[in-house]
């Protein structure tokens, strides 16, 4: 999220960050946000709240007066643990998919009205490599997965004739604070990737970048694999 900002503040965005609980990541990424020169700021709010989209969107308006784009980065992934798929809870199944997906199409309806007013908007949905390869003892996560695919394939069609662009990207294992909490980076097997090697925030912001761009004006519905090769499509 926070590598997320810090791209679009170096291209001249001016920023909102949003998440639940941690506030202190918040405020430390809006502080990096200014230090690059742009405009930031940060709001608590949880996505699977209409309510709570909807406040996001009217403070990013009342602030900057309109919004150009929307990354749905949110989601249950940081600490999960490994589980056979009968021994996960369905508490714990329930917020994954309510996250994870109820989230994107929440933040999605609260941006509508306002992409389409400004005719152009682009939507980016974090999915993940785990969709296209599967992963033992992640069964919620990975079906969430999938299902951010289905839905980015979806409203593509019906954003698509107000110029809205939306796409998804899917990063493979990346070297992250919550990558950290559910699996040893040093010990990641790279054998299977063709760039031998873990994946990197940085990386995830150039394809994102791009499909946020004028450049990716033409691109809608499609999914970017930024996984090193390791599954290809």
Not at 110 to 136: H, L
Not at 180 to 188: D, L, N
């Amino acid at each position: 999220g926070r590598a997320f900002c810090e791209g679009l503040a170096k291209e001249g965005a001016k920023v909102l960050s949003v998440t639940r609980k941690d506030i202190q990541g918040l405020e430390d990424t809006i502080k990096s946000v200014r230090a690059l020169g742009a405009e930031g700021e940060y709001l608590q709010i949880d996505v699977t709240s209409k309510a709570d989209c909807d406040k996001m969107v009217k403070f990013a308006i009342d602030r900057f007066g309109k919004i150009d784009i929307l990354i749905n980065n949110a989601a249950v992934y940081f600490g999960l643990e490994r589980r056979p798929f009968y021994e996960i809870g369905e508490d714990e199944w329930d917020q994954a998919m309510t996250v994870n997906v109820k989230g994107s199409w929440l933040a999605t309806i609260a941006v509508f009205p306002y992409m389409k007013q400004a005719g152009k908007g682009k939507i980016i949905n974090m999915t993940s490599e785990v969709f296209f390869t599967g992963s033992t003892g992640f069964v919620h996560y990975v079906a969430t997965k999938g299902a951010v695919i289905g839905l980015t394939r979806a409203l593509a069609i019906e954003l698509g004739p107000h110029n809205i662009c939306i796409n998804a990207v899917a990063p493979g294992f990346t070297d992250t604070e919550a990558s950290r909490t559910i699996a040893s980076v040093e010990k990641y097997d790279t054998s299977k990737t063709p760039l031998r090697r873990v994946g990197k925030a940085e990386d995830i912001v150039g394809a994102t970048l791009f499909l946020c761009s004028d450049d990716a004006d033409f691109i809608t519905g499609q999914t970017v694999l930024v996984d090193g090769g390791r599954a290809m499509h």
